[in-house]
């Protein structure tokens, strides 16, 4: 029986109306990175006989902490009650990566009504749903929670570069459009639409490269739907005026269909995106030597003047001093008083999936020290550099077979000029960018390979 017996060493009762509780034990060694989890959305499977007495609507599950007392947020996926199996989502304000964590699942209240709170365990989350071809799990859509199709969901990510490109343009024969970063993303959205949804592959290798493009695919479109003032919840493109004037326009029309320069751009849109989706005021720009954008953080004694770098695999020491001397000029150029910052985008170098881990990589260490040196020799406009890059990771797979979690974030470090015209304030927290895409993909029938 899972029924427990309260005790001195439980904890308190989180309410005497709810009859029975489980003990659940989070081990901290299968915490991924080094760095505890705040406000992480847990994902929690249990099957249970004793689970006959709770309602079969599962209205009277309850998460508490470990002190037995305090509700946490959580979202039933699925219950049967003839299975006694319940999936749900539990939001931890704390998952520690050193000491185990115990949360108390409790249930056995006839008189209950409805204890979830979807909304509480994705706040945060710009964008969150869940795939299913359930009729009976379909549910409004919204920015966080809902249950949509999946092949509505393909249909959604395709539309976003259909209404950026025009539909046409993806369905007529050209030489260049076959490389071109947008058609292969478009590309892999119509494969998944005709396939229902339904992720097909022979080994893990091909299975982890499909999830890496349905991550980064959701990532971009973001940024596209942010920067353009759309629709985030249901991935509606706005349009490309809201990201700035005439002259910003005919540079975006001129440079979305050359290759590089769309990866250039999509780069300044993630930069966009995130400072926007932060509250804080973008201005795009477009003249001659001028660098990419304005960005006014609350607070702050001026405005930061920013410009966005790409660096590909395979670039040199000089490549990298070439670029943040440009961006040095385009701030300078701009003649007002405000903070420098040179974005440097590194997803590049990490072109493969990695383990999660909180430590900086070697290949942006590097790139900080040289970043370091140009400052200091080359460059006063400039506060700092701040280094941008996609870590790409596998939690799991889930040891019953049942699934694996893709995680995509996109991390940032600031590197500060010892001796700038003006120094960033003591705080440059608002100027950081830490993105996170997570995908979870069930396959009920297939075991890990």
């Not at 795939?131 to 395709?158: A, C, N, V, W, Y």
């Not at 003249?287 to 590909?312: H, L």
């Not at 600031?414 to 993909?441: K, Q, W, Y």
């Amino acid at each position: 029986m899972l029924q427990e017996q309260r005790s001195c060493n439980d904890g308190g009762w989180y309410d005497k109306s709810w009859s029975s509780r489980l003990t659940v034990t989070i081990n901290h060694e299968k915490v991924c990175g080094t760095e505890d989890k705040i406000d992480f959305p847990v994902y929690f499977v249990h099957q249970s006989s004793d689970f006959a007495k709770a309602q079969p609507s599962g209205a009277d599950f309850v998460f508490t902490s470990g002190d037995g007392t305090m509700k946490l947020c959580h979202e039933i996926r699925s219950w049967s009650p003839a299975d006694c199996r319940l999936v749900a989502y539990v939001k931890l304000p704390r998952l520690s990566a050193v000491l185990d964590t115990k949360i108390f699942l409790y249930y056995g209240n006839p008189k209950a009504v409805d204890q979830q709170n979807v909304d509480g365990v994705w706040s945060g989350y710009a964008h969150v749903r869940h795939l299913s071809d359930k009729p009976s799990e379909q549910s409004p859509p919204g920015p966080t929670g809902g249950t949509i199709s999946r092949t509505e969901h393909f249909q959604m990510q395709r539309r976003v570069l259909e209404d950026l490109f025009g539909a046409d343009w993806f369905t007529r024969p050209s030489k260049w459009r076959n490389v071109h970063p947008a058609y292969e993303d478009w590309k892999f959205c119509t494969g998944m639409i005709e396939s229902g949804g339904q992720f097909q592959w022979r080994d893990n290798n091909e299975l982890q490269a499909l999830a890496m493009k349905w991550a980064r695919v959701m990532r971009n479109n973001w940024s596209l739907v942010q920067c353009t003032r759309g629709d985030v919840g249901n991935f509606g493109l706005g349009h490309l005026a809201n990201y700035g004037d005439e002259k910003v326009m005919r540079r975006l029309q001129s440079v979305k269909l050359h290759h590089e320069q769309y990866l250039d751009l999509l780069a300044e849109f993630l930069c966009v995106a995130w400072f926007s989706s932060q509250g804080q005021h973008v201005t795009v720009s477009e003249n001659p030597g001028w660098a990419d954008f304005q960005i006014v953080v609350p607070a702050w004694a001026a405005p930061v003047v920013a410009d966005c770098k790409r660096i590909s695999r395979g670039s040199t020491g000089e490549t990298l001093k070439s670029k943040i001397k440009k961006a040095n000029k385009q701030i300078k150029q701009l003649g007002i008083d405000s903070y420098g910052l040179v974005i440097l985008n590194a997803s590049d170098l990490f072109p493969d999936v990695r383990a999660l881990d909180d430590t900086i990589p070697p290949e942006i260490s590097e790139v900080a020290n040289l970043a370091q040196k140009v400052l200091s020799r080359y460059c006063t406009a400039i506060s700092a550099a701040l280094l941008v890059w996609d870590e790409v990771s596998v939690l799991g797979p889930d040891p019953h077979g049942r699934g694996v979690m893709f995680v995509l974030r996109t991390k940032s470090m600031t590197v500060e000029h010892l001796a700038p015209i003006r120094p960033l304030p003591e705080d440059s927290t608002p100027i950081r960018i830490g993105c996170t895409i997570t995908n979870f993909i069930h396959f009920p029938n297939r075991e890990w390979v």
